[in-house]
């Protein structure tokens, strides 16, 4: 027997991996089943029409990367067609502006993402996996405290104009509340018709036609040809050698990955690592000068390897989001965070699938729509990880935006330093805001040194990310997720 265990944002996402488990699922199966549940069940966190990143570490294999991030749509897009979107500032994280409608979907990767990973690592057939992730929303899915809380700033704004969407999370003209069911109109039977056909059918076929042509005719730059032309990548990660430990991460062009890893590698030059000063000194190098190039480089890709080639390790090697990790007890780990934006509140006609609003992000779109090609990945902060150690192979993602890598860098920290997950997971976290050039702290943190404003929180605080890590030493599992928010984990067994 292989003991598989998954940390997710919620108990539910958590349960049904563990059960892919049970059935004989790998490890990767079970962060699919664990990963699409989120999707679908996380209101404005998340959504099933996103996409996003795993990083999957097999026992007695490299490490890699897949890459299934939303891109630019337009493909033979009609210079007739209205566009529909509006522009919404909302009171969310100290006050956000973010566009959203038809007009702010990307084209999504998250489901081209989790087919090219089962059909590399999955066990179960494609449409088990798939249908346990229906099958556990035939009754709806409770309302998670992370998603009501958003919801009670975007509820209205954004999710309460399409008709379905309303309905889903209103009582009348009452938001429902945390732990209140959820019951997405078509959900279900798209899932299941997608667990039948296969991935595919999001990209191609009847289903894909229906989104396209539903959402052309409401103002959105989707085409037919964007989603028939989406490709998940499978890229060579990047990887730092530290101390005694690999940490392997997202490759550019997303810059999550590239922002960890100079993170991490200047913490690890610092005297004491585990001084916090230390943490924020490799945040201020990293977040406040390089990124900008990053933002704006017209070469993201080359611009992170560049970044890294800079910054070396021991050698140098080559919005509103969900995480969830998965391991086993041979060894494999595997990390996948996934995201809708802020979210842009549409659903395509009969299909139950929320829609991201990753055009409308425009703290990631700097040079606005303009500067970003047809077909062109956007700009991404999810960095999921996974790492090996000295008896110890680990996988850790985080959502939160800007917080993802400063949330993760610490937690990293600690745990290469020899801290259990649960310690390392908890710790009190700082991050320094770029734009605003201060510092914003959890309590219990000796930054007396500090030179920068300070924002000091009253206590852990989910603005500073939900970690889910698990890890696989010497045969035993065990995993954590961030009690800053709601989540779960669970362990199942599978047989080889």
């Known amino acids: 027997m292989t003991s598989v265990v998954v940390a997710a944002p919620s108990t539910l996402a958590a349960d049904v991996g563990a059960g892919v488990a049970d059935a004989g699922g790998s490890v990767v199966d079970v962060a699919i089943a664990a990963t699409l549940t989120a ?11 996103g ?3 795993l990083t999957i570490w097999p026992a007695g294999e490299d490490p890699l990367s897949i890459d299934g991030y939303m891109t630019m749509p337009g493909k033979d897009l009609d210079a007739d067609r209205p566009l529909l979107s509006r522009q919404v500032t909302m009171e969310y994280g100290g006050g956000i502006t973010t566009e959203v409608g038809p007009a702010s979907i990307a084209v999504p990767g998250g489901f081209a993402a989790l087919d090219s990973a089962h059909r590399r690592w999955g066990r179960l057939p494609w449409a088990e996996v798939i249908g346990a992730v229906a099958d556990a929303l035939v009754d709806g899915f409770p309302l998670p405290a992370a998603c009501r809380y958003y919801l009670g700033f975007s509820g209205e704004s954004v999710f309460g104009l399409d008709p379905v969407s309303r309905s889903a999370l209103h009582d009348g003209d009452r938001l429902l509340d945390t732990g209140e069911s959820i019951v997405v109109d078509g959900l279900v039977d798209t899932l299941r018709h997608i667990a039948e056909v296969g991935a595919q059918s ?16 409401r103002g959105s730059r989707l085409t037919r040809l964007d989603l028939a032309g989406y490709q998940a990548l499978t890229r060579s990660p990047a990887t730092s050698r530290l101390g ?21 590698r200047l913490i690890f030059q610092a005297t004491d690592p585990l001084d916090p000063m ?6 201020v190098e990293v977040l406040g000068n390089h990124r900008r190039q990053l933002d704006s480089a017209a070469d993201r890709e080359a611009a992170g390897w560049d970044l890294l080639g800079r910054i070396p390790d021991d050698p140098v090697s080559a919005g509103s989001t969900v ?14 965070t996934m995201s809708g934006g802020y979210g842009s509140g549409v659903i395509p006609t009969g299909t139950g699938l929320w829609m991201n609003n990753s055009l409308g992000e425009v703290e990631l779109n700097p040079g606005g729509l303009e500067a970003t090609p047809v077909g062109a990945r956007l700009i991404s902060n999810m960095a999921p990880t996974a790492l090996e150690g000295p008896g110890r192979r680990l996988a850790i993602g985080s959502p939160g935006a800007d917080r993802i890598t400063s949330a993760l860098a610490v937690t990293l920290t600690l745990l290469m330093a020899g801290e259990d997950l649960t310690t390392a997971v908890e710790h009190p976290r700082a991050h320094y805001e770029r734009r605003t050039r201060r510092v914003s702290a959890e309590p219990n943190l000796n930054l007396s040194e500090l030179s920068l404003g300070l924002v000091e929180f009253p206590a852990r605080d ?21 009690s800053r928010r709601t989540g779960g984990v669970a362990t199942g067994g599978s047989r080889k």
């Open 244 to 264: 005694e430990w690999t940490v392997a991460t997202t490759p550019p062009p997303a810059v999550g990955g590239v922002t960890l890893s100079a993170i991490l």
């Open 323 to 336: 995480s969830i990790a998965a391991a086993g007890s041979d060894g494999t780990v595997c990390a996948a």
């Open 202 to 217: 999001f990209y191609r076929g009847d289903l894909a036609k229906s989104i396209a042509d539903d959402l052309a005719d």
């Open 462 to 482: 989910m603005y500073f990310g939900g970690v889910t890590a698990v890890e696989s030493s010497r045969g035993v599992v065990g995993g954590h997720a961030d």
């Open 39 to 49: 999707m679908c069940t996380e209101p404005g966190v998340c959504a099933p029409g």
């Open 278 to 283: 230390a943490w924020i000194g490799a945040q």
């Open 51 to 53: 996409g996003g990143f």
